[in-house]
Antibody, heavy 119, light 107 residues
């Protein structure tokens, strides 16, 4: 079974860039059978899909975040990455990496990491 | 974006109860509908995809149905480990969107 683990700074200053890494185990990120996604959840609120990336590097982003989000993948390290620029307090949330099938399902989730935007 | 609504927003139930949660999409999504369970402080867990298919390891007390715009999640006999918040999600088109959640707590 695929397992995912988020890592990265827990505190980011306003206007700076949030950077997270998702490390995949139990499966190869280059297998070509999964998409690799990021989803976030502000405290006490619902879930927001950020975007997804395929092994080839092709991406889909939420239009609401597209201008600030970049996803990338490193198949040699079995990792994929999230960068969110120009953050504000509204970007404070638990960030989850997840994976799912090519049909768009979300099958496996990381445990999540809380990122706080504050000076 | 496709808007997802859920009802009720919360419910109180007893162990052994049959629980029904509904989810409605703002436009037709055929069967591109998933359900997730989330317990406090934990990541969501994938329960159902394609409206009615159980993910591996999900017990058969969970069932899903529906197509088009109206969907249902049923828990046939509520157990203590089922008290959680349940979210639906459409993945028919981009961006995938989630419902606001239904919190199931103990009566």
């Amino acid at each position: 079974q695929v397992q995912l683990q988020e890592s990265g700074p827990r505190l980011v200053k306003p206007s700076q860039t949030l950077s997270l890494t998702c490390t995949v185990s139990g499966g190869s990120i280059s297998s070509g059978t999964y998409y690799w996604s990021w989803i976030r959840q502000p405290a006490g609120k619902g879930l927001e899909w950020i975007g997804r990336i395929y092994t080839s590097g092709s991406t889909n982003y939420n239009p609401s975040l597209r201008s600030r989000v970049t996803l990338s993948v490193d198949t040699s390290r079995n990792q994929f990455f999230l960068k969110l620029t120009s953050v504000t307090a509204a970007d404070t949330a638990v960030y989850y990496c997840a994976t799912g099938g090519l049909d768009g399902t979300t099958d496996y989730w990381g445990q999540g990491t809380l990122v706080t935007v504050s000076s | 974006d496709i808007q997802m609504t859920q009802s009720p927003s919360s419910l109180s139930a007893s162990v052994g109860d049959r629980v029904t949660i509904t989810c409605r999409a703002s436009q037709g999504i055929t069967n591109y509908l998933a359900w997730f369970q989330q317990k406090p402080g934990k990541a969501p867990r994938s329960l159902i995809y394609a409206a009615s298919r159980l993910h591996s390891g999900v017990p058969s007390k969970f069932s899903g149905s529906g197509s088009g715009t109206d969907f249902t999640l049923i828990i046939s006999s509520l157990q203590p480990e089922d008290f959680a918040t349940y979210y639906c999600q459409q993945y028919y088109n981009y961006p995938p969107t989630f419902g606001p959640g239904t919190k199931v707590d103990i009566k």
